[in-house]
């Protein structure tokens, strides 16, 4: 069997009708379509139970919402979660969660069984 096989001279190559990219080529962040333009950004209050608690759902709607969340449990003053979302600028290519911790540093976070299924998100400033 015969493949058609070129190497172009940005990197690329070609392989019949497939073309694959380098690895540490990416399509610019507005391809991708993660960039949008927010005019106005609204959180339903009605999300809301009544003692302020959210769950995992209303906290990552928040999120969306450009708000910043923390949950009640947690032992560190001032720490909380936000949504990144890429720019052109950006190393990273698709949005995460990061953590500002009480020590005033930002990490990448990932949600626990116990948050996942905790009732005492909130919403802070």
Wanted: glycine share 8%; net charge positive.
């Amino acid at each position: 069997m015969n493949v058609d096989m070129k190497v172009k001279a940005g990197g690329d190559l070609t392989i019949g009708s497939i073309t694959f990219a380098p690895r540490n080529a990416r399509p610019p962040v507005e391809e991708l379509g993660l960039v949008r333009k927010v005019t106005k950004v609204s959180f339903e209050d009605a999300a809301v139970e009544k003692n302020g608690a959210l769950n995992i759902g209303q906290a990552v709607a928040a999120l969306r919402a450009g708000l910043r969340v923390a949950r009640a449990g947690w032992n560190g003053k001032g720490m909380y979660l936000e949504l990144q979302v890429p720019d052109a600028h950006s190393k990273m290519s698709l949005p995460y969660v990061f953590m500002f911790t009480a020590c005033k540093n930002r990490v990448p976070w990932l949600c626990s069984q116990s948050d996942l299924l905790a009732q005492d998100w909130e919403v802070v400033s």
